[in-house]
């Protein structure tokens, strides 16, 4: 059956979608399960508008499915003297992975700090996560000493 990827910015009425993503995030970082607690905490940053998130979604035309997500805090640079995103969270449901979701997120991603006027997006991943690094240096992050990747944002 055809689908269609659509990337939308998650809102507070999304929790519902978002927060069995964050806790499936948090379980590939080997946290316990803990739904609840991820709602809470979704719930929080929306609501104090400290994140913005962006989920992808298979659409289809009987039904949604959520497929990922990546949150953004915002951050300075003093040095640049303007904002930057810190993309604090990548995750993509794992039979979805290697068909251009997590791509898409991160295009997204770019796109937010581009019309924010952000200088760049900064990135941190586990040192074994390899497929992501790959993936981070695909699209134009520059990895540095201490693993962490920073995007120039024209």
Known sequence: MPHTL?????????????????????????????????RRFLHERLALRESVIFVAERVETSDNQALGFTQLYPGFSSVAAQRLWILNDLFVIPEARGQGV???????????????????????TANDNTGAQRLYEDVGYLRDTDVHYALPVP
């Open 102 to 124: 997590g791509r898409a997120l991160l295009e997204r991603a770019r796109e937010h700090a581009g019309r924010t006027g952000a200088c760049r997006v900064t990135l941190s």
């Open 6 to 38: 659509r990337i939308r910015q998650g809102l507070l009425d999304d929790l519902d979608i978002l927060a069995p993503l964050f806790d499936a995030y948090r379980r590939f970082y080997e946290q316990p399960a803990d739904l609840d607690a991820a």
